[in-house]
């Protein structure tokens, strides 16, 4: 039987020099979130390594998230294709179309059976048998259960697949489900986001075709290396929250300034993504550095979370104006500020009252009457 060619192999074959492959050895590292130590390691895991099949299907999603896969840069999309993985199937990019792209998915269903990687996008319709989303006039149930009983492992590709996003949205017409929902025998795990970070994406892929396996995941099922902290943590304009000082509208002084952004909307506190820390666009901004509130994308139920320009009922940390406050008072005073504004959150919560900062300011008591 004819030995599968590593990686090692494919890159010899191409040309690429040992110092080229360990600068890819660095940028693997990197997009798996592992400290500089790691390459050494990483370097000597994917020399060895096959070079594994990759499937990717797409259901009901609006292409978004292959957009963003395009746009990643670490590593490219190019270099993951040529160099690093086979991508055998995905509608879109191939050049194959029709019966010919079908009969190519099916060719690499059955010769890397057990061993490829699936990738999914979009929810999947249930309702009225399926019959809202087909290709090849197959349901996309039908199609997921033939691709995911021969896969190694399955990656749900944004929100849509991880969580059922917009389509799941109520009132949910086409009865849509996260792929999670229907395949329980295979690994599954989610990159959230509506798109997802494009590195993100790679990132996994870098970190399945290292170390054989998908990374450590939180209790969603996501890469705990990017999901692990909120945006709310991570983000540079958090000062000005805990501080208090909030932008009241998009052209105000506080918008001009750089304010936090809570007031109008942003979800940070409860969004749990790299967004902050990795980026887009190559690293250049998130939607926060750009002047807009997170929309929380990357949470269950975002579409259904409420108005995106309306603040959070809840807040996550102490705000600056609390936390002076209960200094001032002492100890014991701040234990009664933090049971009050306990009290007031849980209120809120069960009337799905939005409270501002501003309610959770401490009340000055009334003068004593003489």
């Known amino acids: 039987m004819k030995k599968q060619p590593t990686l090692g192999d494919q890159l010899r074959e191409r040309g690429i020099s040992r110092r080229t492959f360990l600068k890819l050895c660095a940028v693997a590292t990197s997009a798996m979130a592992l400290p500089p130590a790691m390459i050494p390691r990483v370097a ?54 029709g019966t010919a792209a079908e009969a190519a998915r099916d060719e690499a269903m059955k010769k890397f059976y ?97 170390f054989g396996e998908l990374p450590a995941v939180d209790s969603l099922g996501r890469p705990t290396a990017f999901f692990g902290d909120s945006i709310h943590d991570r983000c540079y304009r958090r000062p000005f929250y805990d501080r208090g000082k909030f932008a009241e509208s998009f052209d105000d002084e506080g918008a001009r300034n750089g304010w936090c952004l809570f007031r109008l909307g942003c979800k940070g506190p409860t969004t749990h993504n790299a967004c902050a820390t990795t980026k887009w666009n190559g690293g250049v901004s998130f939607p926060i550095e750009s002047g807009h509130p997170c929309l929380g994308c990357s949470e269950p139920n975002f579409w259904d979370g409420g108005g995106f320009y309306r603040a959070l009922s809840t807040t996550t940390a102490p705000l600056g104006v609390i936390s002076g406050a209960a200094i001032a008072a002492g100890a014991a005073g701040g234990a009664a500020l933090g049971a009050a504004g306990r009290r007031k959150r849980a209120v809120a919560k069960r009337e799905h009252h939005v409270v501002t900062a501003d309610e959770l300011k401490p009340k000055k008591k009334k003068e004593e009457q003489s």
């Open 44 to 97: 000597k895991a994917l020399e060895k390594a096959p070079r594994p099949s990759v499937i990717y299907l797409s259901f009901q999603e609006c292409t978004g998230c292959l957009e963003s896969l395009t746009r990643s840069h670490d590593p490219t999309l190019e270099s993951l294709i040529f160099n690093s993985i086979s991508l055998d199937y995905q509608e879109t990019l191939q050049a194959a179309s």
């Open 114 to 210: 057990g061993k490829y990687l699936l990738l999914v996008d979009g929810s999947v319709p249930l309702k009225d048998n399926g019959i809202y989303s087909t290709i090849a006039g197959q349901t996309n149930i039908e199609t997921l259960k033939k691709a995911a009983a021969g896969a190694a492992a399955v990656v749900s590709v944004g929100t849509c697949a991880s969580f059922g996003g917009i389509p799941y949205a109520k009132p949910n017409p086409t009865g849509a489900v996260p792929i999670s929902d229907l395949i329980k025998d295979k690994p599954v795990i989610n990159i959230s986001g509506c798109p997802p970070i494009p590195v993100v994406i790679t990132g996994v892929l870098a970190h399945y075709l290292t």
